[in-house]
């Protein structure tokens, strides 16, 4: 069978290194430079879009930011999964809010802003500090304010007036700075008849707005619950096929929606060693139409994300049970290069397991791979 995902990026390539051993081959449509792409060898095809709509048996997409004349010539060919709908969602803010309000998911508070006065709106009602995030524009938290204080309201009016000004669809919203203690995601795959597998939940940590480990361990039963709550709510809601990841804020045991993405997620790629049929077969399974594989953990997992390495130290091989993942792209501070898999036995084990990584990996590149795995040896 033939996927067409749009976008070649790493995730786009590791749907094609999970899809090959099932005979599904991916071809990527490259949406900056509109060309069809290998997503391993990033060599060109010589393919028009239509052809490639035409040819494949399901389409499917790795990122939300995609221009609507695509996604309605996709959507018209009734082969794309997760759909239209769930993409635009996924790609914008307002609509993403909405749509949590609408099925009754806890989401954080919020202020749509398309002028000033909905910024002073914004700091009456939900207080400071505020996070501010334009609505259809950010990734890896770019895109985003921090307004602390209100001596700086005009430093960040004016940026936030500039970026409204560019496009007249641009929107921003704002929302209380959650005290959180933790951040957390699951991620889940729907399949055509409805079937639902859901993945454990993942605890993630962020440096500078960017993911940059994620661990795989049991958690707490109700917190399973509520990240099972929202996905059984959210999914059928946009009719979903594939696989739907959310990201939380855990306060105080209570999970908020922070934001959701209509695709694999670099949350879920401890997948690939973490369980038997990782989160980029199981997407493929279910926008081809095949049963679903097993979501169950094989043991403790952490992924280790590497951004703005020229390379991954290779010692990290030597390490028992530990895999890397190189996406093959230029490098640049701060990109997401690629990401290093650790599955254990035990939490002990895998503790002991980053605090070995810890010593190859510096610090200041890999931060918290050392804490960790102390934490989880002392746990
Ligand atoms: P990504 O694409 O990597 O998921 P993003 O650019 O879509 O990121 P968010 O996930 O909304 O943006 O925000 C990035 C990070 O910023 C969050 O994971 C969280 O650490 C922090 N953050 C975002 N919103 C809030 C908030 N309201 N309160 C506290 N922290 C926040
Ligand atoms: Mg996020």
Redesign the pocket.
């Known amino acids: 069978m033939n996927i067409l995902v749009l976008g070649a990026g790493q995730l786009a390539r590791m749907m094609s290194l999970a899809g090959a051993p099932l005979d599904l081959n991916v071809i990527s449509y490259d949406v900056g430079s509109g060309q069809l792409l290998h997503p391993l060898t990033l060599h060109t095809v010589d393919q028009t879009l239509a052809r490639a709509i035409a040819d494949c048996d399901a389409i499917t997409a790795e990122f939300e930011h995609i221009p609507d004349a695509v996604l309605s010539q996709c959507q018209a060919s009734g082969k794309f999964y997760p759909g239209q709908e769930a993409i635009k969602v996924g790609g914008d803010?307002a609509l993403e809010k909405a749509l949590l309000e609408r099925a009754g998911v806890p989401c954080?508070s919020y202020q749509l802003i398309t002028e000033r006065a909905h910024l002073e709106q914004a700091i009456e009602r939900l207080g400071l500090p505020l996070?501010i995030?334009t609505c259809q524009a950010?990734?890896?938290?770019?895109?985003?304010w921090r307004l602390r204080a209100d001596s700086d309201v005009e430093l960040i009016w004016a940026e936030m007036a500039a970026f409204l000004a560019a496009d007249a669809l641009h929107s921003i919203i704002a929302?209380?700075?959650?005290?959180?203690q933790r951040?957390v995601s699951v991620i889940a795959v729907r399949d055509r008849a409805g079937n639902i597998a859901v993945y454990p939940v993942t605890e993630?940590e962020?440096t500078n707005?960017?993911?940059t480990l994620s661990l795989a361990r049991a958690v707490e039963d109700d917190i399973h619950q509520q990240a099972v709550d929202a996905v059984t709510r959210l999914a059928p809601a946009l009719d979903y096929v594939g696989v739907l990841a959310i990201?939380f804020?855990d306060v105080d045991g209570q999970l908020l929606v922070?934001?959701i993405?209509p695709r694999v997620h670099?949350s879920g790629h401890w997948t690939q060693q973490g369980t038997l049929c990782s989160q980029f077969e199981n997407h493929l399974r279910a926008v081809a139409g095949l049963p679903l594989g097993s979501t169950e953990a094989i043991g403790p997992s952490a992924m280790i994300n590497v951004l703005g390495q020229a390379a991954i130290p290779a010692q990290v091989l030597s390490v028992a049970n530990v895999t890397s993942h190189w996406y093959g792209k230029a490098c640049r501070p701060g990109r997401k290069m690629g990401h290093i898999n650790v599955v254990a036995g035990s939490e002990d084990l895998l503790g002991e397991k980053l605090l070995q990584l810890s010593a190859l990996l510096p610090q200041e590149h890999y931060p918290g791979v050392a804490r960790l795995g102390r934490e989880l040896m002392q746990e």
């Open positions: 803010r954080a996070v995030k950010g990734y890896d938290g770019k895109g985003q929302e209380p700075m959650i005290p959180f951040e993630n962020h707005g960017v993911l990201e804020f922070n934001e993405a670099n």
